[in-house]
T-cell receptor, first 110, second 114 residues
Framework: DAKTTQPPSMDCAEGRAANLPCNHS???????VYWYRQIHSQGPQYIIH???NNETNEMASLIITEDRKSSTLILPHATLRDTAVYYC???????????FGAGTTVTVRA | DTGVSQDPRHKITKRGQNVTFRCDPI?????LYWYRQTLGQGPEFLTY????????KSRLLSDRFSAERPKGSFSTLEIQRTEQGDSAMYLC????????????FGSGTRLTVV
């Protein structure tokens, strides 16, 4: 019973921005949005998280809508190494469990 | 800091045998988690330790599964009398005690039961 909805797959051209959408229409006020990615044959990798403000780090930017019902992960300049499954997860920050859905398989093409 | 280490990376075993996996978390992390991932699915939570205390076990963790974290450092996950349905990737992760930090996952142990 995942709390998020993501497209199953998307393609992106190398060097272009990749915009990954996530719907979380039932998000609670104390739940954060987390993004992880999993490159083939590796464990998931933490990317970014946020509550309501937009966030940016060296890997990506997270844009959360004002009503918090959806968000977008932006990879500003996608490379072939960004090909992975991307998971959007909502959780209360004090909750230790992560509930993964099926994620979005992102393929970056040269 | 070498991150979270898991050993072995791959394990093939015959049905009915026992297997044990090891996880070495980031040394300053006192929380440790085990997840299981089958092909095409996202990881599923199995169990969680804070220091040496096992604080929660998922219903996925049948009585054939046992996890330990002696002295709050490395952890082991043992599966007794393995079944073909146990074939999966077993992932370990760790995190600091402070809330809000992302987890650091290991590369996993891929178990194949034949």
């Amino acid at each position: 019973d995942a709390k998020t909805t993501q497209p199953p797959s998307m393609d992106c051209a190398e060097g272009r921005a990749a915009n990954l959408p996530c719907n979380h229409s039932t998000i609670s006020g104390n739940e954060y949005v987390y993004w992880y990615r999993q490159i083939h044959s590796q464990g998931p990798q933490y990317i970014i998280h946020g509550l309501k403000n937009n966030e940016t780090n060296e890997m990506a930017s997270l844009i959360i809508t004002e009503d918090r019902k959806s968000s977008t992960l932006i990879l500003p300049h996608a490379t072939l190494r960004d090909t992975a499954v991307y998971y959007c997860i909502v959780r209360v920050v004090s909750d230790y469990k992560l509930s993964f859905g099926a994620g979005t398989t992102v393929t970056v093409r040269a | 800091d070498t991150g979270v280490s898991q050993d072995p990376r791959h394990k093939i075993t015959k049905r009915g045998q026992n297997v044990t996996f090891r996880c070495d978390p980031i040394s300053e992390h006192n929380r440790l988690y085990w997840y299981r991932q089958t092909l095409g699915q996202g990881p599923e939570f199995l169990t969680y330790f804070q220091n040496e205390a096992q604080l929660e076990k998922s219903r996925l963790l049948s009585d054939r599964f046992s996890a330990e974290r002696p002295k709050g450092s490395f952890s082991t996950l043992e599966i007794q009398r393995t079944e073909q349905g146990d074939s999966a990737m077993y992932l370990c992760a760790s995190s600091p005690a402070q809330p809000g930090y992302g987890y650091t996952f290991g590369s996993g142990t891929r178990l194949t039961v034949v």
